[in-house]
């Protein structure tokens, strides 16, 4: 037996050693499908499949780069780096770089992120005179979104009598011209939104039979993950790209569907089975994740819905602790026991940082838990926030790099004409957009041939020393790498140096980014080519596509010593040893929006299973009895899903209003609670109030009453990498120390007795604190 199928189970090995024909793969939550997927391409490749002819399709480059460095190391080779393995979006882009021009675009066609596709909407809406209140940017591309995504031509959605009528009743008849004005738009600036990475491939192998021969006979084994996640027009592609060999494997979990409201459906994984003949159907059921409490909850959650393919997880893991039930009496109270019980879990049971996630249902929740862990110094990473590339400084270098690629892209266009700033301003733009459209060229072609359109003499001069610019930068492209072009516009058009000049903090961050960018250009210029002789793409163009089709996932550093916040969908795919699923109330979780029919309320529970399965040992679920909704503050009950878990798998004892919260005592409650919290009924600060009346404050003051002492807010300190707590006994007078809250400082003063020693020490950013040596953890500077 071949040494990679050792440590598989039986079914994963059915999984891996059937080569001919389709063949469906139910992964239940943590059963090793990423394992079994790698194993199962390694095994068609000792089996003389040639790595060129193998496609794996994933949802995020970071799954797609595991699982080729994973292969590489099964086989100890690098025939892997053949392999087409990526996103469907990333490997149609690179196929359709080489065959746009059979479907009229350039080959160096922009990529539309989702911000420059809302700025063509809005350029669109506004030249028709249309209402931008109803026709308003994202309303308008998620509409086109969801059309291209069940490949829904504009031809088709305007001849669609019911598609007409919703737009009728939504206010917004001049929809189907919107669409159509739009991809005219998109097609004449040479550019593709990421819906079109999917529609134009489709359309490609539908109106190209040269090419839909080509890539069959190309990619005679089809592989994709997570398939339950994939939308119509995935679907439809996979179809025609596995009709002639018909090896197609499709991986997933429809317990895990989650993403109806990006174009997913389910349905596609519940047919597969009648799209083939003779399907093979492996189900792998062991779960190596999590505890079998963890499990027992998450099959009795999944239970209750009707749609799904009968499947049932078991573990041979330990039992371990049951599922905490928290109730508290509001948000900001639901992030503070969160921040407290991290704290005391890292102290009890040595966790890092990077053990704990907590999770919720939309992005606004974040706020309470943010707060509650920076007054704790707690560092966390935040997914969802606003992406790096997406960032102003970022965006602005990246556009001068786009337009000289592709001089048709007017977005990248029209946000550099006037930055920094030299002299075209907006009634010289607008007059150029005018001329664009009146005589159906680019607004870089009347650039180009300005003397002929009536401009001032001072405007002409400044046009067309931006030109001669642009022109000299595209130029270089032939001649230099990636890094020293984007080095040498960054430098020439001053942006850097403007940037630079800029001394506030706000103003060094954005440098520094500018620096970063540039890193990372430089980064991927020099790492290497396929060691087996095949040049890798090193050019502007291929960066810049890498960078549009990152995903929040690929941006951020999972192995970060950071308490991790994001919502559940972000979470799918992850684990983590310790998870709180945070804000379980009606009209949150499930969501208000998803409970209209049996089906919505069937994906909102298929995202509490997600939540519950991505924890490895301990599981908290919270909810706040009142919260802020729209500046309302709100009364909640509990979430259905909740009632429907298993009650001996649950600890309620830190249900009610805080009973039991053992994580919070130590760490910030108020001294009549800490003191009245031990051996029997808690007694709460609102008990007390309703048998004393409420303390005084300063305007009732009694005589002798003083205000709370305010302290002083501590300056956060970030520990250096290297940050190594020092013996006490290494510690004296004058010696230069790091404290990982306070930072830099040093001991001007050693009080105490010697089994309790303690230091005064004055900190460069926090003043003087008295620091008991026991208990701190102190790395001698010098």
């Known amino acids: 037996m071949q040494d990679y199928l050792q440590g598989l189970n039986e079914r994963q090995k059915e999984a891996v050693l059937h080569i001919e024909g389709p063949i469906m793969i139910i992964a ?133 009598y019911y598609v007409q009528q919703e737009d009728i009743r939504a206010n917004r008849p001049a929809m189907a011209k919107v669409y159509d004005a739009y991809c005219k738009r998109c097609f004449k600036n040479g550019a593709m939104d990421f819906d079109d990475l999917l529609l134009k491939f489709y359309e490609l192998l539908k109106t190209n039979p040269e090419s839909l021969s080509k890539y069959q006979h190309k990619f005679k084994f089809i592989l994709i993950d997570e398939y339950q996640d994939t939308n119509p027009a995935q679907y439809e592609i996979i179809k025609l790209l596995g009709a002639m060999n018909e090896n197609v494997c499709v991986v997933g979990d429809d317990a895990q569907s989650i993403y109806s409201f990006r174009g997913a459906t389910i349905q596609n994984i519940l047919q597969f089975q009648k799209d083939y003949d003779e399907v093979k159907v492996v189900k792998l059921e062991q779960n190596y994740r999590s505890t079998q409490t963890i499990i027992n909850v998450a099959n009795e959650v999944i239970s209750k819905n009707k749609g799904q393919i009968p499947k049932v997880l078991f573990t041979e893991n330990a039992s371990g602790e049951k599922i905490r039930i928290v109730k508290t009496m509001s948000d900001n109270e639901e992030g503070k026991f969160v921040a407290d019980t991290i704290q005391e879990q890292k102290l009890r049971n040595h966790y890092a940082n990077r053990d704990f996630a907590i999770l919720y249902r939309t992005n606004a929740q974040s706020r309470a838990f943010e707060e509650a862990l920076r007054r704790m110094a707690i560092p966390y990473t935040i997914y969802g926030g606003i992406s790096f590339y997406q960032r102003k400084e970022i965006k602005d270098l990246v556009a001068y790099l786009r337009l000289i690629i592709n001089s048709r892209d007017e977005e990248a266009l029209k946000r550099i004409i006037n930055y920094p700033a030299r002299g075209i301003g907006k009634t010289t733009l607008d007059k150029i957009i005018l001329l664009a459209n ?141 998870v709180f699923a945070a804000g379980l109330e009606e009209m949150l979780f499930p969501n208000a929006m998803s409970i209209n029919t049996r089906e919505e309320l069937e994906e909102e529970r298929r995202l509490f299973y997600v939540v519950v399965t991505r924890a490895k040992k301990k599981l908290w679920i919270t909810y706040a009895n009142t919260r802020y909704k729209f500046g309302q503050l709100v009364q909640n009950e509990p979430s259905r899903f909740i009632e429907e878990l298993p009650e001996d798998q649950l600890d309620r004892s830190y249900a009610g209003g805080g009973t039991k919260m053992s994580g919070s005592f130590g760490f910030g409650a108020g001294a009549f609670e800490r003191m009245n919290g031990w051996g029997g009924a808690q007694k709460t600060a609102a008990d007390a109030e309703k048998k004393y009346g409420p303390p005084p404050t300063k305007k009732s003051a009694t005589p002798g009453y003083l205000p709370p002492k305010i302290e002083k807010k501590v300056t956060e300190h970030t520990p250096t990498d290297n940050f190594t707590p020092s013996n006490v006994s290494e510690l004296s007078i004058g010696k230069k120390i790091e404290h990982q809250k306070f930072g830099f400082g040093e001991i001007i003063k050693m009080e105490g007795a010697n089994h309790n020693p303690m230091a005064v020490i004055r900190f460069e950013t926090n003043g003087e604190k008295k620091i008991l040596l026991n208990y701190a953890k102190l790395r001698v500077v010098e």
């Open 438 to 578: 009146t005589y159906d060229k680019t607004m870089w072609e009347i650039l180009t041939e300005a003397p002929c359109h009536g401009f001032r003499s001072g405007t002409l001069e400044v046009i067309s020393q931006f030109v001669t610019m642009i022109k000299s930068f595209s130029s270089m492209l032939e001649k230099q790498n990636a890094y020293e072009v984007a080095f040498h516009v960054g430098k020439q058009t001053q942006l850097v140096k403007e940037l630079f000049n800029d001394k506030s903090t706000e103003g060094l961050q954005r440098y520094e980014n500018i620096q970063e960018l540039l890193n990372s250009i430089k980064e991927w210029v020099e790492s290497p080519d396929n060691e087996e002789g095949e040049v890798v793409d090193k050019s502007l163009g291929a960066y810049l596509q890498q960078i549009t089709l990152l995903t929040d996932a690929d941006e951020k550093d999972p192995d970060a010593d950071t308490v991790k916040l994001m919502t559940i969908h972000a979470a799918k795919g992850l684990e983590f040893q310790c």
């Open 28 to 160: 239940g939550a943590g059963s090793g499908k990423t394992k079994v997927l790698t194993t199962r391409i390694a095994h068609l490749m000792a089996s003389g499949v040639d790595s060129f002819n193998i496609l794996a399709l994933t949802f995020t480059n970071k799954a797609a780069k595991e699982m080729k460095e994973r292969v590489e190391r099964i086989l100890g080779n690098n025939e892997a780096r053949n392999l087409y393995i990526g996103t469907f979006h990333s490997v149609f882009a690179r196929i359709l770089r080489a065959e746009a021009h059979r479907l009229g675009y350039p080959n160096n066609f922009t990529i539309y992120d989702t911000d420059d596709a809302k700025s063509v909407v809005k350029t669109v809406v506004n030249e028709m005179h249309l209402d931008d209140k109803l026709y308003k940017p994202s309303t308008v591309y998620n509409r086109i979104s969801s059309a291209k995504n069940a490949l829904v031509t504009p031809a088709d959605y305007a001849t669609d």
